[in-house]
C-alpha cells in the first residue's frame, strides 16, 4: 500500500502512460509484480541503442542547430516533483539546454509526449540548472526531428498530470479505461480489466 507521496517516484514515461490509458500506470504501482516485456518494449529499447550509436556520427543539422555538445542517457530526478527519468539525449550549448527523445512512432507528436517532454525539460532544468525552451521527437524510421516548445501551458499540464496520479495512487482507485478501446487489443494488462471486451 502506497501511504504517502513520499513512498514513491514516479518515472516521467508514467506521464505519458497515463494520458495514453492510466490503468497501465495504476497496475504498474498497485500490481508491481506482474507486468509481462512485451515484444514491442524490447524492439524500442533496441532501436534507442542503435540511434544512439549513429547520433554520435551525425552533424546537428537535424535539429536546426548549428553546435551543441550530445549527451546521452541523462539521468534525472526532483525530490520536489516526486519524478525521475532518462532522457535519451540532451544537446547542451552555453546557455541552454535542449531534449531529444526517440520515438519509433510515425504520428505527430499528441499531448502524453508533449507532456513527456516537458517532465524531462522541468527535470533537466533544476538538475542542470539551465534553460531548457524546446525539445525534439526523433522519429527514428523518417529520420526526422518533430520540433516542441515547452511552453508554459505544457509545464501546467504536466504538473497537473503528476498531481491527478498521485490523487489515484493514494486513494487506491482504479481509474476509468480509455476512451478509445482499441488501445486495449495490443495492451500487456488487458487480462486483468475485466470491463473491457
Not at 62 to 86: C, I, N, P, Q, W
Not at 147 to 158: D, E, G, L
Not at 160 to 179: C, H, K, S, V, Y
Given at each position: 500500500?502506497?501511504?504517502?507521496?513520499?513512498?514513491?517516484?514516479?518515472?516521467?514515461?508514467?506521464?505519458?502512460?497515463?494520458?495514453?490509458?492510466?490503468?497501465?500506470?495504476?497496475?504498474?504501482?498497485?500490481?508491481?509484480?506482474?507486468?509481462?516485456?512485451?515484444?514491442?518494449?524490447?524492439?524500442?529499447?533496441?532501436?534507442?541503442?542503435?540511434?544512439?550509436?549513429?547520433?554520435?556520427?551525425?552533424?546537428?543539422?537535424?535539429?536546426?542547430?548549428?553546435?551543441?555538445?550530445?549527451?546521452?542517457?541523462?539521468?534525472?530526478?526532483?525530490?520536489?516533483l516526486r519524478l525521475s527519468g532518462r532522457i535519451d539525449m540532451v544537446i547542451?550549448?552555453?546557455?541552454?539546454?535542449?531534449?531529444?527523445?526517440?520515438?519509433?512512432?510515425?504520428?505527430?507528436?499528441?499531448?502524453?509526449l508533449k507532456i513527456q517532454l516537458g517532465a524531462y525539460a522541468m527535470l533537466?532544468?533544476?538538475?542542470?540548472?539551465?534553460?531548457?525552451?524546446?525539445?525534439?521527437?526523433?522519429?527514428?524510421?523518417?529520420?526526422?526531428?518533430?520540433?516542441?516548445?515547452?511552453?508554459?501551458?505544457?509545464?501546467?499540464?504536466?504538473?497537473?498530470?503528476?498531481?491527478?496520479?498521485?490523487?489515484?495512487?493514494?486513494?487506491?482507485?482504479?481509474?476509468?479505461?480509455?476512451?478509445?478501446?482499441?488501445?486495449?487489443?495490443?495492451?500487456?494488462?488487458?487480462?486483468?480489466?475485466?470491463?473491457?471486451?
Amino acid at each position: 500500500m502506497i501511504e504517502s507521496r513520499d513512498d514513491i517516484y514516479l518515472e516521467v514515461t508514467d506521464l505519458k502512460q497515463w494520458l495514453y490509458c492510466p490503468r497501465v500506470v495504476y497496475y504498474r504501482f498497485c500490481l508491481p509484480k506482474i507486468r509481462p516485456v512485451t515484444y514491442s518494449m524490447e524492439a524500442g529499447d533496441r532501436s534507442h541503442e542503435t540511434v544512439s550509436e549513429q547520433e554520435e556520427h551525425r552533424s546537428l543539422r537535424t535539429y536546426g542547430l548549428d553546435e551543441g555538445e550530445r549527451v546521452f542517457h541523462v539521468a534525472v530526478a526532483s525530490a520536489k516533483l516526486r519524478l525521475s527519468g532518462r532522457i535519451d539525449m540532451v544537446i547542451r550549448q552555453p546557455d541552454e539546454a535542449y531534449i531529444v527523445d526517440f520515438k519509433l512512432s510515425e504520428h505527430e507528436a499528441k499531448s502524453n509526449l508533449k507532456i513527456q517532454l516537458g517532465a524531462y525539460a522541468m527535470l533537466l532544468e533544476e538538475s542542470w540548472q539551465i534553460p531548457v525552451r524546446k525539445g525534439f521527437i526523433y522519429h527514428i524510421e523518417q529520420r526526422k526531428a518533430e520540433v516542441i516548445s515547452i511552453t508554459p501551458q505544457i509545464r501546467k499540464a504536466t504538473r497537473d498530470t503528476i498531481t491527478t496520479i498521485f490523487q489515484f495512487l493514494l486513494g487506491e482507485r482504479m481509474p476509468n479505461p480509455p476512451a478509445n478501446l482499441g488501445k486495449c487489443v495490443a495492451c500487456e494488462f488487458r487480462r486483468f480489466c475485466n470491463d473491457v471486451v
